[in-house]
């Protein structure tokens, strides 16, 4: 059939592609991503928007504390705290309950301190955002309070209480311009993306191909395949195949996210999270799908090689363990890279090709490794691609006609000898 691999290819593709459950788990990831592409938007306004947060006090108590600070929050640009006075702290429970408030503070001397021991009460333990609001602007009434006490001029008070300005760059030892702290984030979180992407891919991928070629050679399916299809192509038509499929969902499921994502209601909310889009590097974006698809064509003649050699599907689970081992250790040394890339673990498992789709993509996303350092990177990883290939196309010549018990690796070797791909 001089169009086999196409035939295998377009087969595999309309399997899946028909397929209930691959329909199913698109159309949900897809959900899920246009929910977390507007999660910016949502979390704005189900977090409260513009809803002011009402903190009661007991009318009376700490009246320089307390005068401190309105003075403060009413100064603050786009407050979203308000200090309510209320009678005694009996009724400040009472409103509480009510929900007329969202917390309350009291106060208790501290002569050491010199300054009151405040505590906020509210009906949850887990009022970060309020509690560390309150606890900033307590510190700078106390500061005020001090720096009046010392008599100092106003100059030098706002000398004093002014934020020192630190802005981080990433120095280029290259002919790259250095990296600003949003490109820095930006890449960040591309490549933390990448890692968890690469991995679903290997893992998902992998196991669909293994298992339709276990599950042909149970049903004796492959015995009417082999005879019109060659191995060699019969292999690259399932890969190629699922690869195609797998295209397909990366985009519609990308698709979705970054859509939704860049719609307007979500600009202000990026904006004040600090994340701006147009300084993505495009050559990591390059980089990514380079890796993308190196990492997964090893992994995936892997899975067709192991799938092969197994009659049964029950037994696929404990054949492909190795690779699945294989596949988690190169994942978290890699989650380990993102805070320590120049690591000299990272910089030696980047030419080891199982890892370098992992830490080679994670280094040029987060250090800056040399030019040949990538350049060896990748010709290991390509080499090791076509070796693995042609090694995993002899096991699957020989593997997909060999039934019962599992062949160990004498049994393979010797077998393979006797045929050519």
Sequence with gaps: ?????????????????????????????????IVV?????????????????????AEGQQPQVVEGLKDYFV?????????????????????????????????????????????????????????????AALQLVKNNIII???????????????MVSLETNKVSFSNEKGKTEEEQGM??????????????AVMITGQLIA??????????VM?????????????????????VVAMIQIVILIGAFVINLTMPQNAESLDKLGIDLS????????????????????????????????????????????????????????????????????????YIPFFSPFLMFLRIGLAEPAWWEIALSVGILFASILLIGWLSAKIYRVGVLMYGKRPSIKEIVKAMKAYKV
């Design 1 to 33: 059939m001089n169009n086999s691999l196409l035939t295998v290819m377009s087969f595999t593709m309309r399997n899946k592609l028909r397929s209930k459950a691959f329909i199913i788990m698109t159309i949900v990831l897809a959900v899920l991503l």
């Design 279 to 350: 300084v993505l590097d495009t050559s990591l974006v390059i980089y990514a799908i380079l890796f993308y698809l190196a990492g997964f064509f090893l992994y995936s003649t892997l899975f067709a090689a192991v799938g092969s050699i197994v009659s049964r599907t029950e037994d696929l689970g404990q054949a492909v363990l190795p690779i699945t081992m294989i596949t988690l250790v190169g994942f978290y040394v890699a989650m380990f890279g993102l805070t320590h890339p120049d690591h000299i673990l990272i910089q030696v498992c980047q």
């Design 187 to 200: 890449a960040i979180g591309l490549t933390y993306a990448m890692i968890i992407l690469l991995f679903m």
């Design 223 to 243: 015995e009417i395949i082999v005879t019109s299809v060659s191995p060699l192509k019969q292999m690259w038509g399932k890969i190629l195949g699922t690869f």
């Design 148 to 162: 009046k006490d010392a008599g100092l001029n106003d100059d030098q008070k706002t000398q004093l209480l002014s």
């Design 37 to 57: 592409g507007n999660l910016p938007y949502l979390i704005d306004k189900l977090g409260g928007g513009d809803k002011v947060t009402r903190v009661g006090y």
């Design 211 to 220: 298992t339709e070629i276990t599950a042909e050679k149970s049903s004796r």
């Design 75 to 135: 100064k603050l640009p786009d407050a979203k705290l308000e200090l309510v006075p209320i009678g005694t702290e009996a009724e400040l429970k009472g409103a509480l309950e009510n929900g007329d408030i969202s917390g309350y503070l009291t106060f208790k001397e501290d002569s050491a301190l010199g300054f009151p021991k405040t505590v906020y009460n509210a009906k949850s333990a887990f009022e970060g955002g309020t509690s560390s609001t309150l606890a």
